[in-house]
């Protein structure tokens, strides 16, 4: 595959190149005039004889066959251009515009928003094992049945623990987090990373082979974003040429917006990040320092189905004063909360005959960090919206962010639970603040190692 599209790649950008360059020279394609002009059957004719890279193609006037369809509101091409065959939607005509951005009615731009049966922005489940990790339960063997917080919360299961005794070591663990960021954002620190990971590989940690070979092998990391797609959206499926070719230009131009917009794609891709972030989190910290125009601040909402006792978890983490959430995978969050709503409003049959219970998860950002990043357009830096879908204002939650459950309110008039996260940051940290604090703490481990 990879030779395949590398190949596609290449030609494709020589081609928008050209086409840029001479815009105004020559005439437009058979296939562009037909899409420009509605020539429905004669699209639906050429459609399975045409190269996706032609689908695609900037014409000498500077725009795609979608753009013209999309001006020209042509509603049946539109959508056999979006959604039978997932031609590229970003690229942008001679003024600057994607082919959303031209579309004039709703029914237009509705083409172009997220399938009805899809729900980004809500889970059936937030339990606790799936989505995060309790990182802070003093080891206090007295507190096992959670009956000093009343209403009944009863303790989480232990295997979710990762536990502290005091606030300094929990804020060292934040400290800690921002500094393997530190590290992997620097060439300097990415060695060091791979040197302890080297020599700490075989004892007594968490560096098991996969995880060595996602830091020190550039190839590894490709592979495995092509082994997920090749699994899990396979060739047969109508997106699977956009994704590789949105792939082949993040390993081609390593910039981290086309795996985001992968991501940010519905595809069974999305669905295995959840199960393991690792293919995509790896790329995504080694790329933070690119996208700090993108560190939101702010709120962002989610949806959620959650039992009785799923919640009562979350419960225990209010009343459990020092009890701080890490999350686990990768998470799509709006920041309009309407939107969110909407999600969580699909799955309501299905939740109530589930015994599930509609929840909004808000997440807020008291200030700008590297955990949250704004996938829309954002005008004050002059950056295009870089999620597939361009009316969703998504903010990606990275793994291992660190929340306190500040509020759990019951909404009656919608019916639903309302879940307040407040996000906790450690100090930012250079390579050598992060280099300094590991060493003491591999001294430490290994002192209390002997005394023990």
């Known amino acids: 595959m990879e030779h395949k599209v590398k190949s596609l790649f290449k030609k494709t950008s020589t081609n928008q190149q050209q086409r840029l360059e001479n815009q105004h020279i020559g005439e437009a394609s058979e296939f562009y005039f037909a899409c420009r002009n509605g020539e429905t059957d004669k699209v639906k004719q050429m459609l399975p004889n045409i190269p996706y890279h032609q689908l695609n193609q900037l014409e000498l006037n500077g725009s795609t066959a979608l753009h013209a369809a999309t001006f020209f509101g042509h509603l049946d091409i539109v959508y056999l251009l979006l959604h039978d065959y997932s031609c590229q939607r970003h690229l942008r005509n001679r003024h600057g515009f994607t082919a959303y951005e031209e579309a004039e009615t709703d029914e237009m731009k509705q083409l172009f928003h997220r399938p009805s ?7 059936d489940s937030m339990s606790m094992d799936k989505t995060f990790q309790i990182v802070l ?10 009956s000093d917080y009343g209403d009944h919360v ?35 620190g990415w060695y060091i990373m791979k040197q302890g990971m080297k020599l700490k590989r075989g004892k007594d940690t968490d560096y098991n082979e996969e995880k060595y070979a996602f830091i020190t092998n550039e190839k590894f990391r490709q592979g495995a974003l092509e082994n997920l797609l090749d699994e899990y959206v396979t060739p047969g499926h109508s997106s699977y040429r956009c994704c590789c070719e949105l792939l082949q230009q993040y390993v081609e131009q390593g910039k981290i917006e086309y795996l985001l917009k992968l991501y940010t794609m519905e595809t069974p891709f999305y669905h295995q990040l959840l199960i393991s972030s690792s293919p995509m ?10 996208l700090k125009q993108r560190f939101y601040e702010g709120y962002s909402y989610r949806g959620a189905g959650l039992t009785m006792s799923e919640l009562e978890t979350y419960r225990w983490a209010l009343k459990k004063e020092n009890s701080i959430l890490s999350s686990l995978p990768f998470s799509s969050t709006s920041i309009v909360r309407e939107d969110a709503e909407k999600f969580c409003e699909k799955s309501a049959s299905s939740l109530s005959s589930s015994n ?24 004050e830096y002059k950056l295009p919206c870089i999620s597939f879908f361009e009316n969703e204002k998504e903010v990606l939650v990275s793994p291992r962010t660190c929340f306190k459950v500040t509020k759990i309110e019951s909404d009656e008039c919608k019916v639903q639970y309302v879940i307040s996260l407040d996000a906790l940051y450690g100090a930012q940290r250079t390579v050598f603040d992060s280099l300094q604090m590991s060493i003491k703490d591999d001294l430490k481990k290994k002192t209390n190692k002997k005394t023990s």
């Open 154 to 188: 009863e303790k989480p299961d232990p295997r979710y623990f990762l536990s502290y005794r005091t606030h300094e070591e929990v804020q060292r663990y934040l400290d800690g987090l921002s500094g393997v960021k530190a590290f992997s954002q620097s060439r300097v």
């Open 356 to 379: 599930k219970h509609r929840v909004l998860f808000i997440y807020h950002f008291p200030q700008a960090c590297n955990v949250a990043i704004n996938l829309s357009e954002i005008p």
């Open 137 to 146: 339960v003093p080891r206090d063997t007295t507190e096992t049945d959670g």
């Open 117 to 123: 049966d899809a729900n980004r922005f809500n889970d």
């Open 281 to 290: 989190g790896f790329p995504f910290f080694m790329h933070l320092s690119e």
